[in-house]
């Protein structure tokens, strides 16, 4: 008898957990039902993870927006958008919009935030505050020339390489060089001469590739 009532109370836990998970499960859902997207990613993060593993995840996204349109749900509460005004209203000064937990990622120190990973307004505004003079340029009289330099180089690049006419196509993966200028851009203001990425059109020293195979799924 003793045995019979454990096992019923058993099943009554197992079933109460499961209705309970159930239940949380429909309300997660239905909190952005509204929001079009894939069937399983509003259910579960696994959804997320497969496409992370697959090293696709950019280019699903990109699927997505053209498949479902500007806002697509990818998450139980994660939301993506290729809207520039939506993404103008989140990232503006005294912006309602906060950061997620994804941003604990940024530490380097699991313990420490830092000034890329802290998600509280006040004191992050606080410390970029503090920090700002380190970035203002101002003991680097040639900074605007410089970078104008490095971007009349990108467009000669464009403009003798990459147009394409009628009759000859040139596609071009302008994430690629929009990174050649950004590191041609640091070295030249941290070094005073830039790497030449832009120059050779070429990862010249295999930074990207590096990057590429460490973080395998950015």
Not at 112 to 137: C, I, P, W
Request: aromatic share 10%.
């Amino acid at each position: 008898m003793v045995t019979t009532d454990r096992a019923t109370l058993a099943i009554g836990v197992v079933c109460a957990s499961l209705l309970a998970y159930l239940v949380r499960l429909a309300l997660q859902w239905r909190r952005l039902a509204h929001v079009p997207g894939p069937f399983w990613a509003a259910l579960t993060k696994g959804w997320m993870v497969r496409e992370s593993l697959k090293m696709r995840q950019p280019t699903t996204f990109k699927e997505l927006n053209d498949k479902y349109g500007s806002l697509v749900r990818v998450g139980p509460n994660e939301l993506i958008t290729d809207d520039p005004d939506v993404m103008r209203r989140m990232m503006a000064v005294r912006s309602e919009y906060t950061r997620g937990h994804w941003y604990n990622a940024m530490r380097f120190d699991p313990t420490r935030d830092n000034l890329f990973s802290m998600r509280n307004e006040v004191a992050h505004t606080k410390l970029r505050a503090q920090m700002a003079a380190g970035y203002s340029g101002k003991e680097n009289e040639s900074m605007e020339g410089s970078i104008d330099a490095q971007i009349a180089k990108l467009v000669q690049l464009v403009g003798t390489k990459y147009l394409s006419t009628t009759h000859d196509y040139r596609p071009m993966d302008f994430g690629e060089k929009a990174s050649f200028l950004t590191l041609d851009v640091i070295s030249e203001l941290a070094f005073g001469q830039a790497f030449g990425y832009v120059e050779n059109d070429a990862d010249v020293y295999e930074y990207l590739k590096i990057t590429e195979t460490f973080i395998p799924i950015m």
